[in-house]
T-cell receptor
């Protein structure tokens, strides 16, 4: 069974740039969620994808967008980066008919200068 | 939306003592309450969870209690060991099928002193 993998693990961008983060779900999982974890804080829900459609969104502006592909992998795109976007971005996969447990990747640490 | 508050933010205990972390939630529709452990530089991992139709659940040294009326739930770790040192997050979730929104607390940094 393959776990959740994310790429890249670390990246540095400058304010105003755009970034794409990638996530491969755990084998058999059809639901993917993205979370932003600022230093010393709990993960904040960005959005969730199920069957390639966004079906839930947290309190994040439209410049945060995503995609889910037929193989259930996913992308998080952030446009017009701001300094406050610096954080660890966690992808979590789950099964729609599962227990509700989230299986997290190791995260992508984004630094915006 | 849901709001989850978690206390304390830091907790130091001697090895062998018990540790208790408390959380409250605001949305009475939340029906699933997981606890995640995050070691430094690692991913959060589920350690125990409880559903709204259950008042208490235990797994070896870890137990969770839920009071739906008061909207609070707690994590209890007994006989703490140095490897229990980590940040613990409570969370509240609602939804079913392909939709599940999980709201996390702000975390408790537990330090177990040998």
């Amino acid at each position: 069974e393959t776990g959740v993998t994310q790429s890249p693990t670390h990246l540095i961008k400058t304010r105003g740039q755009q970034v794409t983060l990638r996530c491969s779900s755990q084998s058999g999982h059809n639901t993917v969620s993205w979370y932003q974890q600022a230093l010393g804080q709990g993960p904040q829900f960005i959005f969730q994808y199920y069957r390639e459609e966004e079906n839930g969104r947290g309190n994040f502006p439209p410049r945060f967008s995503g995609l889910q592909f037929p193989n259930y992998s996913s992308e998080l795109n952030v446009n017009a980066l701001e300094l406050d976007d610096s954080a660890l971005y966690l992808c979590a996969s789950s099964l729609d008919r599962g227990t509700g447990e989230l299986f997290f990747g190791e995260g992508s640490r984004l630094t915006v200068l | 939306g849901e709001n989850v508050e978690q206390h304390p933010s830091t907790l130091s205990v001697q090895e062998g003592d018990s540790a208790v972390i408390k959380c409250t939630y605001s949305d009475s529709a939340s029906n699933y309450f997981p606890w995640y452990k995050q070691e430094l530089g690692k991913r959060p991992q589920l350690i125990i969870d409880i559903r709204s139709n259950v008042g208490e659940k235990k797994d070896q040294r870890i137990a969770v209690t839920l009071n739906k009326t008061a909207k609070h739930f707690s994590l209890h770790i007994t006989e703490t060991q140095p490897e229990d040192s980590a940040v613990y997050f409570c969370a509240a979730s609602k939804g079913s099928g392909g939709y599940q929104k999980v709201t996390f607390g702000t975390g408790t940094k537990l330090q177990v002193i040998p």
